[in-house]
């Protein structure tokens, strides 16, 4: 079963990640704002270029600077799954924020019907 584009590898919509709604808005504060939290989260230097993103999954989209990187998208491209959810050692101890692992409890019930 293919999941919508817009949901991320981790299993959250792109429309929660504050990269892709201060991308989507245009507003160039909204992506430096969103770079100084990834620069001070992440330990790397990031400009509001570095955040703009379409959404990890979308073909052809604008990726950000992180997404080569994501330890997240390695592990499931690795095992060829479209996203966590699609695991069946999901979630494990790469996933911690919350809402990815509500985002993957929801992803496995779709895939049961």
Not at 7 to 28: E, F, H, I, K, Q
Not at 43 to 52: H, I, L, M, Y
Request: overall charge neutral; proline content about 6%.
């Amino acid at each position: 079963m293919s999941i919508d584009g817009l949901r991320g590898v981790c299993g959250p919509s792109c429309t929660l990640c504050p990269a892709y709604r201060a991308t989507r808005s245009g507003d160039p504060e909204e992506l430096e704002r969103v770079a100084r939290e990834w620069t001070e989260a992440m330990g790397r230097t990031f400009a509001a270029g570095d955040v703009a993103c379409d959404g990890c999954r979308v073909e052809g989209g604008r990726k950000s600077r992180y997404w080569p990187d994501c330890g997240i998208r390695l592990c499931a491209e690795s095992r060829g799954r479209q996203t966590c959810g699609h695991c069946p050692n999901a979630p494990c101890e790469r996933i911690t924020a919350p809402v990815a692992r509500e985002a993957i409890a929801e992803i496995r019930t779709e895939l049961e019907r």
